[in-house]
Structure formats: structure tokens, C-alpha cells
């Protein structure tokens, strides 16, 4: 309806009779999620000093806003209100930009690291714990994806944990001798290597977090190994969407060179350069 600019579709039975109307102003509108979305936004981008030494890397501003807030935004226009920032790094200025959020019209609390916790240690500390099925997201991490897909993808898999991943290709710049021992078996001509890298965003299940320690540092693929051995489901979720890890001075560059019109614009023009990272 959006890209043939249709305001109204009907919807007819088998006898082509009209049973009901799609309005694209309604359709528009997102349902409001309960559900929590945690956003880690304590680390302190080593890669990106002198920038970062006096501003946390989720402030750091694309497009004339710092780029937490549009992760917040993104969600925010996909029914997400409540969001939990896990602070550590310069934490007390991310509290003064946001403070509870009301400004843009959701609701922020915070978790305080004492210590750096690693990319899911900080979840140990979030209370009250949460009653569903919640998202974590890297607070550096651009993208177009839809968080609620991805929270609905994750429920009708009944998996206990989900990791969003891109798929990375990388292209041999040589061509490739198979070897048999000192014989020549075969060649492949510059071939390309596939693989699924994890790209930073998370769906919970709040069972996941019994098998954290409170303030005890964690990174998040050590605690999918941990549901793994107590037989838990993990599983992925391949995103296609445009994807930035904002983790070198060139690649927030190029966000913002990249930013002539709006969010979404900027990471439609961007793609994955893993050999940046």
C-alpha cells in the first residue's frame, strides 16, 4: 500500500463481496509492545578515541543526534516504551541526555555497572526481572531491523534465546591450490567464504537470566554456551536488513557522510564491511 501509494484496500470474500476495509493511516500505527528492550551503552570505544574521551561512543551523534537515541526511536516506532540502559563508561552524561525518557515518549530506568560487565553481565542487575520475552541490543550497533519481528520470530520458535546474525562473505584475493600432500587435487579461482556473524542484538527469555551471576562479568555468547549445555534452544535469526557496527572512527565516518536525509536512509546506504572491524 506504502509503495503504491494506496490509502485504502478493501477486502472481499470468494463472491468478491466487500467484508472489510485496511486504512494504511491505521495499519500504520504500531501495536504497543510490553515487552522491555535493553540497551548496553557502558563500553568505552577504545577504537574510537580521542572522540570517546570525553563523550561515551552511544553519544556520539549521526545525523544530529547521538546514536542511542536512534536506536530508542527505532523501537519506539515499533510499540517498544520501556527501555533499560546499562550505564558504565561516562554513564552520568548518557543519564543527563536521557534521564526517564519521558521527552521522547518512553519510559527509561537504568542499570549502573561498577565495572564493566562485559555484553550481557549488566542483565544480572536489571530487577524487577522481566515477566516476558525482552530484546538486548549493543548501544553502537545501526540498523533498519525490525525489532518486533525479531521478538515475534523468537516466540513462535519457543527458543530461549535468539542472536540476530548478517551473513559476511569474504572473497579469497587469490586463487586457492588443493593439495593431496605435494599433489594438486584441485583449484578454485579467488573463491568467497560464507558465514554468519553475530550482529549485536539479542531476544530473551527472562528464564535466561538464572544462569547469570549478579555483578559478575558475562559476554552474551558466553551465556548462550551456558543454555547450551543445560540443553536450552538457542537459536539465530539472519537478518537482510542494512547493518552498521559502529566500532572504528571510519565506519562512524561513514554513517555520517552517509546521512543526508534520515536513519533509515543512511543505513540503506551503507553495507557491512567486516574488514574494518
Known amino acids: 500500500m506504502q509503495a503504491n501509494q ?23 500505527v504500531p501495536a504497543e509492545r510490553p515487552n522491555i528492550m535493553v540497551i548496553m551503552a557502558g563500553g568505552q570505544g577504545t577504537r574510537l578515541r580521542p572522540q570517546t574521551e570525553n563523550c561515551p561512543k552511544p553519544l556520539l551523534p549521526v545525523a544530529g543526534k547521538p546514536m542511542l537515541e536512534h536506536i530508542i526511536e527505532r523501537a519506539r516506532a515499533e510499540g517498544f516504551r520501556r527501555f533499560i540502559l546499562a ?11 536521557f534521564r526517564d525518557g519521558r521527552h521522547l515518549g518512553v519510559e527509561i530506568d537504568y ?52 542472536m540476530a546474525v548478517r551473513l559476511y562473505e569474504w572473497q579469497h584475493p587469490y586463487g586457492v591450490v588443493h593439495t593431496r600432500g605435494v599433489d594438486i587435487v584441485g583449484f578454485e579461482e ?13 531476544a530473551l527469555q527472562p528464564g535466561v537470566l538464572d544462569h547469570l551471576t549478579r555483578a559478575e562479568h558475562c559476554d552474551m555468547t558466553t551465556l548462550f554456551f551456558r ?51
Open 6 to 28: 494506496v490509502h485504502a484496500l478493501p477486502v472481499v470474500d470468494d463472491s468478491r463481496r466487500v467484508i472489510g476495509l485496511h486504512v494504511l493511516n491505521q495499519l500504520l
Open 87 to 97: 550505564l558504565h563508561y561516562l554513564g552520568e552524561m548518557i543519564e543527563r541526555q
Open 190 to 202: 579467488k573463491p568467497v567464504a560464507r558465514s554468519h556473524v553475530n550482529a549485536g542484538i539479542y
Open 111 to 162: 542499570v549502573r555497572e561498577r565495572s564493566p560487565l562485559g555484553t550481557a553481565g549488566a542483565l544480572s542487575m536489571v530487577n524487577p526481572r522481566p515477566d516476558s520475552a525482552f530484546i538486548v541490543t549493543n548501544g553502537d550497533v545501526l540498523t533498519d531491523i525490525r525489532y518486533g519481528e525479531l521478538l515475534d520470530f523468537h516466540c513462535r520458535h519457543g527458543a530461549a534465546a535468539t
Open 227 to 277: 543454555l547450551q549445555e543445560r540443553n536450552q534452544r538457542t537459536i539465530v535469526y539472519p537478518m537482510h536488513e542494512p547493518w552498521l557496527d559502529v566500532g572504528l572512527p571510519g565506519d562512524l565516518e561513514r554513517a555520517r557522510s552517509a546521512a543526508a536525509t534520515s536513519h533509515h536512509d543512511l543505513l540503506r546506504a551503507e553495507e557491512y564491511r567486516p574488514e574494518d572491524q
